[in-house]
């Protein structure tokens, strides 16, 4: 007997065992607390602390689920973006091949027509979730670099993810971003945050606006598996361990795409300008040795600028987009702004504010 799907005030010990069972594991779950983690934007965590009436040696002491957002607002773009099914898919066909460290999956499924999914996962504590607002440091860059490249060369060139619907950017994916709703959205949002939006900024996202073609055309050349939201809050720090340093998470997002936008993604919102500066090209370097190691490539120089540049359009048009979809917080807005104004310091100091004009 399999689990079905249900929320997490439904969760009891049976369920629990047969998730287990679903992972490999025979156990019985004799009791149990939950209690909600992690800051999210789509989804909701809980982790799910067991005590066992039987159990093997190795059976974990904690699980964590993943579950549609309990906002409204959050839950409605999951399953307008298609970000609930999407997550499911990638775990259930995907993680095997992917190379870069994943979380061990015990149980996942989804609805396909109510888009209700859950996802259970091995609990990755003591790492820590890393956090946009405070960034990452030079080491944890340069570790998140090579588990990029890995997953960037697994699926390098790799056209059979064109088969996939469920595939941000295939041939059978369809289109969930429209011109008018960039626009629409853009627009609110400088109505709704005024004059914490900047003069650069606002020319950037008046150009987003109007032109959404040319950023696409930008991504044009060689693609492979992107993650497409490539930032702190969706991965796990445990910088001490040799074996998964870091471990990505929150596969709502992700695309066949250009790799670099995954570089130029996460640093654009990860590192202080200054030190950006000062490190980017060796950071860069290092990536494109990661990613010829792991037999990825070529990645012509020019297609990698402008692919890495075009990665901080990304990383301003997720923070825009998002804040005006999901369930307004504090955090939230301080986040999505780091994110904006991070993309506008690395878009301006590589001389590409009218590349959207």
């Known amino acids: ?74 839950r409605a773009a999951g399953v307008s973006l298609g970000n609930y099914h999407r997550e499911v898919k990638f775990y259930q066909v995907l993680q095997a091949r992917a190379r870069i460290a994943t979380p061990r999956c015990y149980f996942t499924d989804v609805n396909e027509e109510t888009h209700d999914f859950v996802l259970m996962m091995g609990d990755l504590a003591p790492a820590e979730q890393g956090d946009q607002l405070t960034g990452a440091s030079l ?17 390098w060139q790799d056209d059979a993810l064109d088969g996939y619907a469920w595939v941000n950017g295939s041939k059978g994916a369809p289109v969930t971003v429209q011109g008018e709703a960039v626009a629409q959205l853009w627009h609110g949002f400088v109505q709704r945050y005024g004059d914490r ?80 500066k000062r490190e980017e090209k060796g950071l860069l370097e290092l990536y494109l040795e990661a990613l010829e190691r792991e037999g990825g490539g070529p990645y012509a120089a020019a297609d990698f600028h402008r692919h890495y540049v075009t990665g901080a359009y990304q990383h301003f048009l ?9 369930t307004q917080t504090p955090r939230g807005d301080d986040m ?22």
């Open 1 to 74: 007997m399999r689990p079905d799907i249900r929320a997490p005030q439904d969760v009891d010990v049976e369920w629990l065992s047969l998730v287990l069972a679903e992972g490999g594991v025979d156990a019985r779950v004799e009791s149990f607390s939950a209690k909600k983690v992690g800051t999210g934007q789509i989804g909701d965590c809980v982790r799910f602390a067991l005590r066992y009436g039987r159990a093997p040696d190795d059976a974990p002491a904690t699980l964590v689920g993943k579950f549609p957002s309990s906002g409204a607002e959050s």
């Open 139 to 155: 080491d944890e860059t340069r570790i998140v670099l090579v588990e990029a490249a890995k997953m960037h060369a697994a699926f």
């Open 197 to 276: 939006v900047t003069e650069r900024a606002r020319r950037i996202g008046d150009a987003f606006a109007v032109n959404l073609a040319q950023y696409d055309t930008l991504r044009q050349g060689p693609r492979a598996l992107i993650h497409a939201d490539f930032r702190p809050d969706n991965m796990l720090f445990a910088v001490d361990e040799t074996t998964a340093p870091v471990t990505v998470v929150d596969w709502q997002s992700f695309g066949y795409g250009p790799a670099a936008t995954d570089i130029g993604y996460f640093i654009a919102g990860a590192l202080d300008p200054a030190v950006r």
């Open 318 to 326: 997720t923070a825009f987009f998002a804040a005006m979809l999901v």
């Open 336 to 357: 999505f702004f780091k994110m904006l104004n991070g993309a506008v310091d690395l878009i301006a100091d590589h001389g590409a504010e009218d590349w959207l004009a």
